[in-house]
């Protein structure tokens, strides 16, 4: 149980475009998402808490106008990452947590998304 | 806010050795502590976690130690094998209830 899907996996766009990507809680409903930003080596960085219905709590220096969250479901979060540039490639990793799965903390990954853009 | 410190941040060790990895974190409020596998290009696999209610917490090769007075907190590999090889993340639980996660360890099993 507590499986947690994203799409795509990988994802090449041209400088300028936008890019969605989508987060499923496939068993469970998740009262909370979480979008976190990997770069190669390095640790997880949050970038933003969203829950359901209401608009996402970014963290500071995350910029809310280019990383568009929306959290429109209980089972569903997706990110844009609207004007993409070479800078904002990296692996981008979701998580959802619940708070009737009986454990009130943990979050559960989504395989994440490599985003390229060139 | 919460700070995770995480050492060392390269370990190898020989198969069958055990493997000690250690965080540190600021907040005396936080109460959850998980640790994280990841393999390179996965998703992070929670391994086990602890809360500020134990001590200690095991599950068969692997085990967990809290100290809250000092604010740090030990994931212990015992028995290594070449499929441990990861990088492993402690994480917190800050005022948010968000986790904040340390830096990583990246741990090599040499058969």
């Known amino acids: 149980g507590a499986v947690v899907s994203q799409h795509p996996s990988r994802v090449i766009c041209k400088s300028g475009t936008s890019v969605k990507i989508e987060c499923r809680s496939l068993?469970?409903?998740?009262?909370?998402m979480f979008w976190y930003r990997q770069f190669p080596k390095k640790s997880l960085m949050l970038m933003a808490t969203?829950?359901?219905?209401?608009?996402?709590?970014?963290e500071q220096g995350v910029e809310k106008d280019k990383f568009l969250i929306n959290h429109a479901s209980l089972t569903l979060s997706t990110l844009t990452v609207t004007s993409a540039h070479p800078e904002d490639s990296s692996f981008y990793i979701c998580?959802?947590?619940?708070?009737?799965?009986?454990?009130?903390?943990?979050?559960?990954f989504g395989p994440g998304t490599r985003l390229t853009v060139t | 806010g919460e700070n995770v410190e995480q050492h060392p941040s390269t370990l190898s060790v020989q198969e069958g050795d055990s493997a000690v990895i250690k965080c540190t974190y600021s907040?005396?409020?936080?109460?959850?502590f998980p640790w994280y596998k990841q393999e390179l290009g996965k998703r992070p696999q929670l391994i086990i976690d602890?809360?500020?209610?134990?001590g200690e917490k095991k599950d068969q090769r692997i085990a967990v130690t809290l100290n809250k007075t000092a604010k740090h907190f030990s994931l212990h590999i015992t028995e290594t094998q070449p499929e441990d090889s990861a990088v492993y993340f402690c994480a917190a639980i800050d005022y948010g209830q968000n986790f904040v996660f340390g830096p990583g360890t990246r741990l090599s099993v040499l058969p």
């Open positions: 969203s829950n359901e219905g209401s608009k996402a709590t970014y």
């Open positions: 907040d005396s409020a936080s109460n959850y």
């Open positions: 068993d469970f409903q998740a009262t909370t």
């Open positions: 998580s959802a947590r619940s708070h009737n799965t009986g454990k009130d903390y943990e979050q559960y």
């Open positions: 602890i809360r500020s209610n134990v």
